[in-house]
């Protein structure tokens, strides 16, 4: 166990307690972590009806805010969870208790070095929000008058965050290392691209600056209401944009069928554009998100959780949506192959059979029955089956579009998806091929065949005079070898102890034999003091062996 672990060993604690709680102290056990002993006399305290996925989102609620966070993120990742356990972790609640005012009167004082009562004609001390990362209270600008939404920073919550990873970063090693069955996850990979994640979303000028990049690049375009920004009150503690009063979306909401009909179709628009043509889209569009204003617009809101594609990105994930729209089983599986990893040689022509048999499922159905998202989830669980891993940007934004058609449904459930995103997909395509399009991307590859040609001959030249003077060296990365490692370390580390031991042992003996004093119970003392320290290290090194079942 590393340091950073031990040195917060009572929060190691508490995580150890709340997993035997809901039923997983044997985790804690196989992990062979420093608290494992606690664990024994806590029975599991969970309804017997519950499943494991139930029992694991109750644990991460209870586990805090870090765990929460991270477990929503997961939540967007359907190549590599089970679909039950996303269903669960989609349901996960971060709300919590508010913070006190004074707590808040604090943080914006120390922000901004001015009292409160100079910084807004007025601060409403009850929060309108409160969630485990920050809580949002309303204000009044003082001088333009406007009314301010403030999101503030919850004290300490960014060391509690580190806290917490440093731990999940040492238990995701842990497991990866002795569970073989995880080790198919990456559980160490996934814990580090959601470290950074993570920090990024509590650094609210980081969120400031998605929020005016959305604005500027998709409110007009797709005529979704994106608040606007107050940058002299943002901080990476506090955020301050205008207030959006308006209708939460719930499956009750009273308003006439053709304006959910028209918010529903606006929304897929606005998701489409944002990711297809700008490849910068809101990560996580559920209808928690969204409110609907009085001039009956849909704002969306939260951005601190923001999805980027690369311009190739964005052309295959286009390409393969435009496969699933014309029901292309050939073209969808080649898309799909160009776009997935394999850790082994596939066997394409099983997984375009696997692709066909969800096509003809669809094939049948009309348009408007077609669930874009379930075929997405239908084509993700496909690729699993054969060892085939999305990027994770990939899977965010299948997530997202899952997400959005979700929220379109709740408004509108007899949105046909297909009619409403096919022109809008078509549009984008048929700009691949537009002229000035097609220039940019001929200039882009003569520009790189230029530099290679400058850079080739000196690079062949550096290869050929080593390979002449014998200098040419192939480095291999030997991988899957950390458990002999680590067992070749542990077995050279008893083995130094014994040697160290049986020297002891034998120096004691000649000291003993001396009769030099002082002398403890008749024999000189030093002999008697090295008798006692093998003796407890050899017992400590027994114990070990039998414990780790190493014999």
């Not at 679909?83 to 972790?89: F, R, S």
């Not at 699993?384 to 579009?401: G, T």
């Not at 809008?424 to 395509?429: E, P």
Request: glycine share 6%; aromatic share 6%.
């Amino acid at each position: 166990m590393e340091l950073k672990t031990i040195t917060n060993f009572g929060r190691l604690k508490d995580m150890a307690v709340i997993l035997a709680k809901y039923g997983f102290g044997d985790l804690v056990q196989r992990l062979d972590l420093p608290v494992k002993n606690l664990v024994h006399a806590i029975s599991p305290t969970i309804d017997t009806d519950m499943d494991v996925f139930q029992r694991i989102r109750l644990a991460i609620e209870e586990l805090g805010p870090t765990f929460v966070k991270l477990g929503q993120i997961l939540s967007m990742r359907p190549d590599i969870l089970p679909v039950p356990m996303i269903k669960e972790l989609s349901r996960l609640q971060d709300a919590v208790g508010p913070i006190p005012f004074d707590n808040v009167k604090k943080v914006l004082e120390q922000e901004f070095d001015t009292p409160l009562a100079s910084l807004f004609s007025s601060f409403d001390p009850e929060p309108v929000a409160a969630a485990s990362l920050s809580q949002v209270h309303k204000a009044v600008h003082r001088s333009k008058g406007r009314v301010l939404a403030v999101k503030v920073r919850r004290p300490g919550i960014v060391k509690t965050v580190e806290t917490d990873l440093n731990i999940l970063e040492t238990l995701a090693r842990q497991c990866h290392n002795n569970i073989e069955a995880l080790q198919v996850y990456d559980l160490p990979g996934i814990v580090e691209a959601n470290r950074r994640t993570l920090l990024r979303e509590i650094d609210f000028s980081r969120e400031a600056r998605y929020i005016q990049i959305a604005k500027a690049k998709i409110e007009q375009e797709s005529d979704i209401l994106i608040p606007e920004v107050f940058t002299e009150y943002t901080t990476p503690r506090v955020l301050v944009t205008a207030f959006v009063s308006g209708t939460k979306i719930t499956p009750a909401l009273d308003i006439p069928q053709d304006l959910r009909k028209t918010l529903a179709g606006t929304g897929l628009k606005s998701a489409v554009l944002q990711i297809l043509d700008h490849g910068f889209y809101h990560a996580d569009p559920h209808p928690g998100n969204m409110v609907i204003t009085s001039d009956n617009r849909l704002c969306l809101m939260d951005w601190g959780m923001v999805g980027r594609l690369t311009p190739d990105e964005k052309n295959d994930l286009l390409f393969l949506i435009r496969a699933g729209v014309d029901k292309d089983s050939r073209k969808l599986t080649q898309m799909l192959c160009n776009i997935a990893t394999a850790k082994e040689t596939i066997d394409s022509r099983q997984l375009e059979k696997d692709v066909m048999d969800i096509m003809d499922v669809y094939m049948s159905l009309p348009l408007k029955d077609i669930h874009m998202g379930q075929l997405l989830e239908d084509l993700v669980q496909v690729l699993k089956s054969h060892d085939l891993r999305l990027p994770p940007d990939m899977s965010i934004v299948i997530k997202a579009l899952i997400t959005v058609e979700g929220t379109a449904r709740m408004l509108y459930p007899d949105l046909d998806v297909i009619s409403e995103a096919e022109p809008h997909v078509r549009k984008l395509v048929s700009r691949q091929y537009s002229k000035g399009y097609l220039w940019q991307r001929l200039r882009h590859n003569l520009s790189s065949i230029w530099n290679l040609q400058q850079h080739l001959p000196e690079t062949l030249s550096t290869i050929f005079k080593k390979m002449a003077h014998g200098d040419l060296t192939i480095g291999f990365d030997h991988k899957n070898l950390a458990p002999l490692h680590q067992a070749l370390e542990s077995s050279f580390n008893r083995l130094t102890l014994g040697i160290v031991l049986g020297a002891m042992i034998m120096g004691s003996s000649m000291i003993i034999t001396t009769g030099v004093k002082p002398l403890l119970f008749g024999f000189p003392a030093l002999g008697m003091i090295g008798y006692l320290i093998s003796a407890l290290l050899g017992l400590w090194l027994i114990i070990t062996i039998i414990r780790g079942r190493d014999y």
